[in-house]
C-alpha cells in the first residue's frame, strides 16, 4: 500500500510560481505523475516521471512553464510550477502507478493523493 500526500498549493497571482511536493510512504519504485482537475472538466494529467526519473512527460498545456523531478532518497515528488495562467487553477493531485516506466493512463495510476488546491488570480 502507498500513501501519497501532496503541499504546496495555494493563491498566486498570474505569472507567479509554486513548488508542488507529494510524500509518499510505502514502496517507492513507482512511476509518479500530476494530475489535475478544473471545476467542471475532465481530470488530465499534467506531467509524470519514471521511476529513475530518466523520462519525463508534459502535457502540451504545460511544457517549458512546469517541471517534474523526483527523489527517490526522500520518497518525494516535485512540481515546479513557473509563469502560472489563471486557467491553471485546479485541484493538483499526485498519483502513482503500479510500474515502473514512464505512462500516463489514467487507468495505470493506482494510488492517490487528496490534492492540493492551486488558484491563480489574473
Known amino acids: 500500500q502507498v500513501q501519497l500526500v501532496e503541499s504546496g498549493g495555494g493563491l498566486v497571482q498570474a505569472g507567479g510560481s509554486l513548488r508542488l511536493s507529494c510524500a509518499a510512504s510505502?514502496?517507492?519504485?513507482?512511476?509518479m505523475a500530476w494530475f489535475r482537475q478544473a471545476p467542471g472538466k475532465e481530470r488530465e494529467v499534467v506531467a509524470a516521471i519514471s521511476w529513475s526519473g530518466g523520462r519525463t512527460y508534459y502535457a502540451d498545456s504545460v511544457k517549458g512553464r512546469f517541471t517534474i523531478s523526483r527523489d527517490n532518497a526522500k520518497n518525494t515528488v516535485y512540481l515546479q510550477v513557473n509563469s502560472l495562467k489563471p486557467e491553471d487553477t485546479a485541484v493538483y493531485y499526485c498519483?502513482?502507478?503500479?510500474?515502473?516506466?514512464?505512462?500516463?493512463?489514467?487507468?495505470?495510476?493506482?494510488?492517490w493523493g487528496q490534492g492540493t488546491q492551486v488558484t491563480v488570480s489574473s
Open positions: 510505502g514502496r517507492s519504485t513507482y512511476a
Open positions: 498519483a502513482a502507478a503500479r510500474v515502473s516506466y514512464l505512462t500516463t493512463g489514467t487507468s495505470n495510476y493506482n494510488y
